[in-house]
């Protein structure tokens, strides 16, 4: 990693540790819209758009897996009119950035529980990861109809099965097998989770996947999440001492 160009700034990221695995829960658009007097449907428009950014700067910066939070499992509770934008979004953005995400090199992955989202969905999402299997610069996973909790409990049901089966017993259980049946076993683990628009909680994502990730909160707005926010990101995580429960490594060596 050395000098990285965007929008006439320059910057030099030489020595920057970035993280292989990134995640970012996509909130703020509907606080963005109120800001403006906009409907929130266009809040969610302008944090279409500015996907598109977060993926060419992800993969500019080497990012192997950038894993988005898209729509939740408790989304379904607002009401039905932007359940539906949300969803027609989907749709329009896989079909209209999709020659873009190839320039990239940008494969495009599903996390969730795809099998309960609309028949229009699960289509874009079908030809999205067939159309991108071979791209090889960066995986973008989206979580879509997500929850973390519900990755854990059809991993459990996936164990139980064998068990029934008398495939395995109960003790043989192990948290690796635990691992291996989550949604996409072969992501690794996000070592940073970002979450713009302040809210410090997870919200429900990758529950098991976040056990050692680093955390970072920003103020602004998913839509406005630019370039130089994703920048101090990565310069603050680089700075973290990850001692993963063990001692930070200069106090290991004295
Ligand atoms: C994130 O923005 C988009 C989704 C959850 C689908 P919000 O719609 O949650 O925006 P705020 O939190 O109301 O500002
Ligand atoms: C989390 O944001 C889900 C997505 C960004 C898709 P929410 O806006 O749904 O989370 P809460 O309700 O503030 O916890
Ligand atoms: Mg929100």
Redesign the pocket.
């Known amino acids: 990693m050395a000098i990285l160009s965007n929008k006439n700034k320059t910057y030099d990221t030489t020595g920057l540790k970035v993280p292989v695995s990134l995640a970012v ?3 703020g658009n ?1 606080r963005w819209a109120k800001k403006r007097l906009l409907p929130r449907s266009a809040g969610h428009r302008a944090g279409a758009e500015n996907l598109k950014e977060l993926c060419r700067n992800c993969g500019r910066y080497g990012v192997k897996y950038l894993t988005v ?4 499992t ?2 379904w509770s607002r009401p039905e009119d932007e359940v539906h934008q949300l969803m027609e979004l989907f749709v329009e953005f896989f079909e209209k950035y999709d020659p873009e995400l190839e320039q990239e090199g940008i494969r495009v992955r599903f996390t969730g529980d795809i099998s309960a989202l609309p028949e229009k969905v699960r289509k874009t999402i079908a030809e999205g990861e067939e159309r991108s299997k071979n791209r090889q610069k960066m995986q973008l996973i989206v ?1 879509m109809n997500y929850g973390g909790r519900r990755e854990i409990e059809n991993a459990a049901r996936k164990l139980a099965s064998k068990v029934k089966a008398g495939e395995i017993e109960p003790e043989d259980i192990t948290e690796q097998m635990l691992s291996e049946n989550m949604y996409l076993p072969d992501v690794p683990d996000p070592e940073l989770i970002i979450r713009p628009s302040g ?1 410090m ?1 997870l ?3 990758l529950l098991w996947e976040s056990a050692y990730a680093e955390f970072w909160v920003s103020e602004t707005l ?1 839509p406005d999440f630019g370039y130089d926010d994703l920048t101090q990101a990565f310069k603050d995580y680089a700075g973290r001492d990850r001692r993963f429960g063990g001692l930070s490594s200069k106090e290991a060596k004295s």
């Open positions: 829960i996509m909130d509907g939070y898209a729509f939740s408790e989304n979580a809210e909680r919200s429900n994502f998913w």
